[in-house]
């Protein structure tokens, strides 16, 4: 039942807090607090419980409808513990970060905040298709509603480009999901949406090919890579903090968890055959990405940039197949989490004070706000890839695992490595040196300070102690690489 309650307690969260603003002003922001309280309790359950070398740590499986094999799945492993872990800590994240920007209908924000988060954390344990693709839904319309009702000047055009894109390839995910039941109940003359079950599916290669395109389309809008990221600046630039640091930190993820999860398991010769063509989306993402936030004025749209270009390496590891390459795109999926919410918390917080996010009208900040110019350096210098960081331990295996698998690939996408520091310095250089362009603003604060150093010591400990969460997805990731060399030739 713990499953079940990990899904629970945000939606009877957001529920409570959706009549809780009418009363006082502070509740919903409270009450959403509980809510993630009760899931830490939960998930610290669940890891005082775990054996980390186990597969599967918990499942539940019960009928809902027989009629077309659909049931209630959920399943939990190494590599979603740990994305629902990053989802309820960027959860925290969220919520203390937006305390003083929304200040007009604070119930319904937690109530779409905590609802959020509750279709994200069934995306991770959904084991039926069907199932999953409910959860997938659910995550997407109260991200719309964050970024259209409480997002900037132009958050009508970005939201609707963020629900039309994601909402089209979701519908190209169902057909493929269909297309792939049908022609499992075709020779086995069972209907199931059950992942176990399909995984045995006896495909065609033919449409193995199209029904793995019809999931990678979905997952990379999401992920996104080039050439479907245009919808992510819009949509960062225009969300709220909170909105961002949940689009960053998990709903990116969502897509990354599916290529996983989903792409590689269930069409590994199709993936196989394709990791080529994936590998070079994911590198080129990584050196576009990084092109276009240097050439960036609004702070905002560069890290949404970044976050392009940091999903590229995922991409990359993800398809090169081995052990090395799929632990580093675990680790980067861990450490862009959390890096790009920090760095969209310090862009949300300089847009509170400075009312802008031009960097060409900020200067001389490290004199005025040192707090803020000090988190932005550090991670800055988390993002480009500094040793000793988490990022640096996940772009490396990456590059270290695609290395044995094409050389000249990852020549070129180690070229990432040289453009992040361009744009991380611009960064620092333009919005924090020079002569000062405001007299005074205020520097961050106790309640900001303390989430900052959370985000920190989850970094610097990725970076130093990899290994606790490598332990984690260990069964998962070398169960994907045997899978990809024993079925994939």
Request: charged fraction near 10%; aromatic fraction near 12%.
């Amino acid at each position: 039942m713990i499953l079940l309650w990990l899904i629970l307690v945000p939606l009877i969260g957001g529920l409570l807090s959706l009549p809780a603003g009418r009363r006082r002003d502070n509740a919903p922001r409270w009450l959403a607090l509980a809510a993630l309280a009760g899931e830490t309790a939960l998930l610290l359950a669940v890891f005082a419980d775990t054996v980390p070398e186990s597969i599967w740590l918990a499942q539940i499986d019960w009928a809902w409808i027989p009629r077309f094999g659909i049931r209630i799945h959920l399943a939990l492993d190494g590599l979603s513990l740990l994305l629902i872990a990053l989802t309820v800590f960027l959860g925290f994240v969220a919520v203390l970060c937006s305390w003083t920007e929304i200040r007009e209908r604070q119930g319904f924000f937690h109530f779409n905040l905590l609802w959020t988060l509750a279709g994200v954390i069934g995306v991770f344990l959904a084991l039926d298709l069907f199932l999953f693709f409910f959860f997938w839904e659910v995550m997407l319309i109260p991200m719309y509603l964050l970024i259209g009702i409480w997002g900037h000047e132009n958050r009508a055009y970005a939201a609707m480009k963020f629900f039309i894109f994601t909402q089209v390839s979701g519908l190209l995910m169902l057909i493929a999901i269909l297309a792939l039941v049908f022609l499992h109940y075709q020779t086995t003359r069972t209907l199931s949406f059950d992942y176990f079950e399909l995984l045995e599916a006896d495909l065609y290669p033919g449409a193995a090919r199209w029904i793995m395109l019809g999931f990678f389309v979905a997952f990379t809008v999401k992920l996104p890579a080039v050439p479907f990221h245009t919808w992510l600046p819009d949509a960062h630039t225009q969300a709220p903090t909170g909105g961002s640091v949940l689009l960053a930190g998990v709903l990116l993820k969502t897509g990354a968890y599916g290529l996983l999860r989903f792409v590689i398991p269930l069409f590994p010769g199709a993936a196989q055959d394709f990791a080529p063509f994936a590998m070079t989306l994911g590198a080129v993402s990584i050196l576009y990405a990084a092109k276009l936030a240097f050439a960036q004025t609004d702070l905002k749209r560069l890290i949404a940039y970044t976050s392009v270009s940091h999903m590229g390496f995922m991409l990359l590891g993800a398809f090169a197949g081995n052990t090395q390459a799929l632990q580093g795109a675990v680790m980067t999926m861990l450490a862009h989490g959390v890096s790009a919410a920090a760095l969209f918390m310090v862009a949300g917080a300089l847009q509170e004070r400075l009312h802008t996010r031009d960097m060409d009208a900020m200067g001389g900040l490290w004199t005025l706000t040192p707090r803020i110019g000090a988190i932005t350096l550090f991670f800055s210098v988390a993002a480009l890839g500094m040793p000793g960081l988490g990022n640096f331990v996940g772009e490396f295996l990456v590059l270290l695992g695609s290395f044995r698998v094409d050389t000249v690939l990852t020549a070129f996408a180690a070229l990432g490595l040289i453009l992040a520091p361009v744009y991380a310095l611009y960064v620092m250089q333009r919005a924090f040196h020079g002569p000062a362009s405001r007299h005074e603003v205020r520097d961050f604060g106790l309640r900001e300070m303390g989430v900052m150093l959370c985000l920190a010591a989850a970094t610097a400990w990725m970076g130093l102690h990899p290994q606790s969460m490598l332990a984690y997805t260990d069964a998962t990731v070398n169960g994907l690489a045997r899978t990809l060399a024993q079925r994939g030739t």
